[in-house]
């Protein structure tokens, strides 16, 4: 999926980022919030978009090992927030 325009007067989209709890494969997947007991937003399945937040706009691969050096695991995912986002898919 691909944003195409807005329904109202701004035609740029909102993009926030977030961190995720799961890997998002690739660009233009739709996000949603993680169900309970889990942190991040998470790519959507084909059954179940409930609590949808946005359109993702990169690939990312979620770390949950502890890391050995004290770097930062969190990895954050741009997502378009509009509530009035029209999205194109093939």
Do not use: H, W
Not at 29 to 43: D, F, M
Not at 62 to 68: E, G
Not at 73 to 90: C, G, M, Y
């Amino acid at each position: 999926m691909e944003f195409a325009y807005n329904l109202g007067s701004n035609a740029t989209p909102l993009i926030k980022k977030y961190q995720v709890g799961a890997n998002f494969v690739r660009a233009g997947t739709l996000a949603k919030v993680g169900g309970s007991n889990a942190y991040g937003v998470i790519p959507t399945t084909t059954t179940a978009c409930a609590n949808a937040l946005g359109l993702g706009l990169e690939a990312v691969t979620a770390v949950t090992a502890q890391q050995s050096d004290n770097s930062d695991p969190s990895r954050l995912v741009s997502i378009i927030i509009n509530p009035d986002a029209v999205l194109r898919a093939r």
